[in-house]
């Protein structure tokens, strides 16, 4: 079992940052994959990045690639989300979820991880 709690979102000015943390309870989140996920209102939770345990391997989405990085701290159970560029597009709520295993088949997918947290909210003013 793992819980998971999002922290960091907020109100910034298209071009500007934010650094989103998912910290997670349990001792095997170190097991675990993670992924960062968004869901804006009225429109479909979609997949932004995802990391494998040993952190070797990241996946991200096309739209948010060279904007943010995914990265985590094994060591303090937490996973990150760096966000720089921001664009007013970015506005969603934003989601970590965890995944026992992490096919490349289901790396995008929603119904591929197992747990969720309960979002941060991350608005992006023109």
């Known amino acids: 079992q793992v819980q998971l709690v999002e922290s960091g979102g907020g109100l910034v000015q298209s071009g500007g940052s934010l650094r989103l943390s998912c910290a997670a309870s349990g001792r095997t989140f170190s097991s675990y994959a993670m992924g960062w996920f968004r869901q804006a209102p009225g429109k479909e939770r979609e997949f932004v990045a995802a990391i494998r345990w040993s952190s070797d391997n990241t996946y991200s989405a096309d739209s948010v690639k060279g904007r943010f990085t995914i990265s985590r701290d094994n060591a303090k159970n937490t996973l990150y989300l760096q966000m720089n560029s921001l664009k007013p597009e970015d506005t969603a709520v934003y989601y970590c979820?965890?995944?026992?295993?992490?096919?490349?088949?289901?790396?995008?997918?929603?119904?591929?991880?197992?747990?969720w947290g309960q979002g941060t909210q991350v608005t992006v003013s023109s």
């Open positions: 979820a965890a995944a026992k295993v992490m096919p490349l088949a289901t790396i995008a997918r929603v119904a591929g991880y197992e747990y």
